[in-house]
């Protein structure tokens, strides 16, 4: 019964329109912990991740190729120099509220810089260090 209600509120999270940081969070956290039991997110993990140079691309080594070096600030695209608004939350208060325009930004951005997709839990990961960001 209470694997029934856990279940069918993530599903209620996961259909709601508007996300937030934590509830998407909570998502990954779920479908990371059918991979590895356990799974619990971790911002430092995350930004490990944030700031690792990747070998597969010369021009966007990192997520810090685009987005700097500090989610708080502006980033500027390392090909067309666009500038990019923050990551952080805090300085950004409209990220991480979209389901669909996190996961299409995980899928191009990963695929281009790891080359691969991101796994959930790296998602989370992520997530959870761009929400301790100040
Ligand atoms: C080639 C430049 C570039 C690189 C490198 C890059 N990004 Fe992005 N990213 C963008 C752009 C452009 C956007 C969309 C514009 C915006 O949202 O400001 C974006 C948006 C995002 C978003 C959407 C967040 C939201 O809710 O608005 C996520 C998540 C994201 N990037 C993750 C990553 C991760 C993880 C990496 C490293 C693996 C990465 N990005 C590397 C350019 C980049």
Known sequence: MKTTLAILACLFVATAQASTPASLIHDYRSQAAKQSSGFQP?????????????????????CTSC??????????HAVTSKTIKPLAPAANADRFTDPEKVEKWFRRNCTEVVGRECSSAEKADFIAFLMEVR
């Open 67 to 76: 987005h700097s070096d500090k989610p708080m600030n502006s980033g500027s």
């Open 42 to 62: 971790s911002a430092q993990r995350g930004a490990t991740f944030f700031r690792q140079r990747f070998a597969n691309s010369s021009r966007m080594p990192a």
